[in-house]
């Protein structure tokens, strides 16, 4: 069975950034026609939600014989970063799926990611993937604001990330902690873009103007659904599952008009002493077939898939029709690196109110309030 589909590059080639003047282009991995071998059994550590990252490892196996051991963060929680470190530095495991660039290039620093580039990655744009094929992006989870439609008028929503910490919609929404994940690489991209002065101040202004912080996307959703909180920003796979499920709420990219939406991809890493390589180079290329790009965008809380001429749904928007960020990943790893502190710290003690509605602000009507990991991992998809 071939996993991965030598493909045309794209119209998503357009968005490939240019090598800065001067700089030398890493040498390039072999571009490789990935076969997926027949049974066996491949170790993935996923840093991606388990509904998103499941389905695809069960089609995997289903389609492969290869049984998948998986080791979620959804599971781990913050044990999730140190266990797949140690692992990784032991042999003991093959894949990384990441929900954002920001371990991979953690790990890549640590000489623990293998450079490796299917042939089905070759349309994906240069923004999401390392220049030298040690990481690569296969899907993308926008970064969007969503508010709730019946305490906020359509044409009053807040359309901008700053509105959390100044204008009429500052204190009355709700963020997730910025300690990992995509929450992180959100926050670790808005240093990199304003500058560490700038975006500690705005991050400072959220959490001291009774701005909900809570632990994760999933919360900030169901507090705008509840109209605890007016609005928030999350990854458009918790916005669009809101829609999916009839939540009272709508969706915005962010900074249509400046920056754009910053965009955090879905990567793949192979990791160094992979024990079970045929096996993990299969996974690796399955995660860029059309099949597995299929899924993630039918599932409920979907994706943006970065492989071309994919049938979608509807309510999955394609890459294109909204203003992305322009990012240096790099750039935004160190930020995180540098000020890992702030990043830990910032929010662990929540802030805004522990309950009841927020004041009402300009379009707004009134409404009514609605409230540990374990601690083994699981060896399933």
């Not at 001067?22 to 388990?50: C, K, N, W």
């Not at 499920?245 to 920056?259: K, T, W, Y």
């Not at 754009?260 to 990567?267: E, N, R």
């Not at 009402?360 to 409404?367: E, H, I, L, Q």
Request: charged letters at 20%; aromatic letters at 8%.
């Amino acid at each position: 069975m071939t996993a991965a589909l030598i493909v045309r590059a794209g119209p998503l080639a357009l968005l490939a950034s240019a090598l800065a003047c001067g700089s030398t282009p890493p040498e390039l991995p072999p571009e490789v026609a990935v076969t997926v071998p027949r049974g066996g059994r491949v170790v993935i550590y996923v840093e991606a939600p388990r509904r998103n990252a499941g389905p695809i490892l069960k089609a995997f196996t289903e389609q492969s014989g290869i049984e998948v051991q998986a080791f979620y963060r959804d599971v781990l929680g913050a044990q999730f970063g140190p266990r797949l470190k140690e692992d990784a530095a032991a042999g003991r495991v093959d894949v990384f799926w990441g929900a954002s660039p920001l371990t991979a290039i953690e790990l890549q620093a640590a000489g623990l990611a293998v450079p490796f580039r299917p042939a089905a990655a070759r349309p994906i744009p240069s923004q999401f993937h390392d220049p030298g094929f040690a990481w690569i992006g296969f899907a993308i989870n926008p970064r969007v604001i969503i508010y709730n439609n019946s305490r906020i008028e359509k044409d009053r929503a807040p359309g901008s990330v700053a509105d959390m910490a100044e204008g009429p919609y500052a204190g009355l929404g709700a963020m997730a902690r910025i300690d990992h994940g995509a929450e992180a690489f959100h926050a670790a991209s808005l240093f990199a873009l304003w500058g560490a002065d700038r975006a500690r101040t705005f991050f400072n202004r959220v959490k001291g103007n009774g701005t909900r912080i809570v632990g994760n996307d999933a919360e900030v959703r169901r507090l705008v659904a509840s109209g605890e909180a007016l609005w928030g920003l999350v990854g458009l796979d918790e916005a669009i599952g809101a829609k999916r499920e009839a939540e009272p709420l709508d969706i915005l990219f962010p900074d249509r008009m400046s920056l754009g939406a910053v965009v955090a991809p879905y990567v793949a890493v192979l990791l160094r002493g992979a024990p079970n390589l045929p096996q993990a180079q299969g996974l690796f290329g399955y995660l860029f077939s059309s099949e597995a790009a299929w899924q993630l965008g039918m599932n409920d809380c979907a994706l943006i898939t970065l492989i071309p001429d994919i049938p979608k749904p509807d309510w999955v928007p394609r890459l294109g029709l909204f203003n992305v960020t322009r990012l240096d990943n790099q750039a935004a790893f160190e930020v995180f690196r540098d000020n890992a502190p702030f990043f830990d710290a910032w929010g662990s003690g929540g802030a805004g109110p522990a309950s009841g509605s927020p004041a009402a602000g300009p379009g707004v009507s009134p409404g009514t309030p609605a409230a540990g990991p374990p601690a083994r991992p699981s060896p399933n998809p």
